[in-house]
């Protein structure tokens, strides 16, 4: 059996000589259990109590802003922007997950049936998060909120990569919380698939890897009735029509390439561009990516920080190489920036001239988490939508035109669960919901509404007098 390090430490990707206090693995049985013996207790809270005990929490968080935003940028190598937009989406969330709240979780009187009746919804039991490194607080933060206000305790397992992070913020929502309805689990895989697994967990919200996920639905399959929502990222496509406003489709390119590295479920992988305006694009969009340069992430200024490991540095090197077509800016991974010893690399941009070697290559099959760009030519709609569904994954997609009309002719084709109009691939507000499908997803891992899925329905009817 895999077994994961008992303590570990990491360096800070964005200075290498800066070490992260050592993370040691937690005990799966022992968190849940203590949720387990919670949710009686929790379950039976009410509503207006346990949303009155997560403001708490909010203001708590509020309070701390900007020594977690520091935290994320010095642990993960996020530019400190980033982490402080970041914090600011977790604190909207509350709000936004009380409403949600307040809308799906009342009883539902039904009226026309043959007894008087109504649908309820009922808390399964402890739910299991497991966070990125990405989003160390946001992504893991919008199910935990979710489940907690729907009266499930919540077993908070955060990438080991960020596992500082995930600590600072657990403390912040344990110290509001009554005793096991939070519970942290700091470890590496084989933590999280014992957390998945236990029958104990009736509810788990994942985000991560295509594999991972693949295989978490293999191995839950005999548990049908347990909850998994899945988010496993994406090869987002902006598609620029003839007409487009290319300097704001370039604009919004670059920004989708290259914050947090690159390294977003939603982060933009290909540019499909009609041929008439490829080359006046490309100008554009390799005169607007100059503006990210690796810099220290801990630097108010720096727009492009550093990738969060070593491997991810290779996987970037192997990838920048791939011979599918030209390559209009090449991708180089200096591993300095501002005197500084990191994961640093800069974006990287391919014109691809063999569609065939691509859809063959890492390029099109993995999720790319690095600043490297594919740019395809097409002529005509079908031809567009063609080459977007090459690829299996369906979480964001963008088409830049003036038209409303090529909006809709397009965008209705597109099996993607995010869909946008002249805005970068990575513009996903936390007031819509947010999901992936094909093999980003089963379609329900987070955003606004989340709560449907953090419960079950429940059908209630008696005898009239």
């Given amino acids: ?41 929790w379950a039976a809270t009410p509503l207006s109590e346990r949303i009155a005990l997560l403001a708490a929490c909010r203001q708590r968080l509020a ?8 935290l994320i940028s010095l642990e993960t190598g996020k530019p400190l922007r980033e982490s402080r937009l970041e914090l600011g989406a977790v604190i909207a969330k509350f709000d936004l997950t009380f409403a949600d709240a307040e809308r799906y979780l009342n009883d539902e009187p039904v009226t026309d049936g043959p007894h008087p009746s109504l649908v309820r919804r009922r808390p399964r039991g402890v739910a299991a998060v497991i966070a990125p490194f990405n989003f160390p607080i946001h992504l893991g933060h919008g199910a935990a909120a979710a489940y907690l206000v729907a009266g499930i305790p919540v077993v908070f397992n955060p990438s080991p990569l960020a596992t500082n992070t995930g600590a600072a913020y657990a403390a912040e929502m344990m110290a509001v919380l009554p005793p096991g309805v939070f519970e942290f689990l700091p470890g590496w895989g084989q933590t999280g698939r014992d957390l998945c697994l236990d029958p104990a967990v009736r509810s788990i919200c994942f985000t991560g890897s295509v594999p991972v996920g693949r295989s978490l639905s293999c191995e839950l399959a005999a548990d049908y009735s347990k909850s998994l929502a899945l988010e496993l990222g994406g090869k987002n496509s902006v598609i620029v029509w003839a007409d487009a406003d290319l300097e704001a489709a370039a604009a919004a390119v670059s920004d989708g390439v290259c914050l947090t590295a690159g390294q977003r479920c939603n982060a933009t992988s290909r540019v499909i561009v009609h041929k008439d305006v490829a080359e006046a694009f490309v100008s554009r969009l390799l ?12 630097l108010e200024e720096t727009m492009l920080g550093p990738l969060i490991s070593e491997a991810a540095c290779a996987r970037y090197d192997e990838l920048a190489r791939t011979p599918v077509g030209d390559w209009v800016l090449a991708g180089s991974s200096p591993r300095m920036a501002c005197g500084k010893a990191g994961h640093f690399v800069h974006p990287a941009i391919v014109r691809v001239r063999d569609a065939a070697a691509l859809d063959a290559s890492a390029l099109a099959t993995n999720e790319t988490f690095a600043p490297v760009l594919v740019v395809e030519e097409v002529t005509c709609g079908d031809e567009a939508v063609a080459r977007h569904h090459a690829w299996n994954f369906g979480l964001t997609a963008s088409v830049f035109t003036t038209s409303d ?32 499908w094909g093999a980003s997803g089963n379609g329900h891992p987070g955003g606004r509404g989340f709560v449907r899925f953090a419960t079950e329905e429940q059908s209630v009817q008696w005898r009239g007098a």
């Avoid at 430490?9 to 799966?28: F, N, Q």
């Avoid at 005169?287 to 801990?298: A, C, F, N, T, W």
């Avoid at 397009?410 to 996903?428: A, D, M």
Wanted: charge should be negative; hydrophobic fraction near 30%.
């Fill in 1 to 41: 059996m895999l077994t994961d390090p008992h303590e570990w430490r990491i360096s800070s990707p964005g200075d290498l000589s800066k070490e992260m206090p050592a993370c040691t693995t937690g005990d799966v049985r022992s968190c849940i259990g203590r949720a387990q013996e919670a949710f009686p207790c």
């Fill in 63 to 70: 309070n701390r802003k900007e020594d977690l935003a520091g």
């Fill in 287 to 298: 005169e607007s990516i100059s503006r990210y340069v690796p810099g220290d992430p801990l």
């Fill in 405 to 436: 009309t090529v909006f809709q002719s397009i965008g209705q084709k597109l099996r993607v669960g995010n869909l946008y109009h002249n805005l970068p691939t990575t513009f996903s507000p936390s007031t819509l919901p947010f999901g992936g």
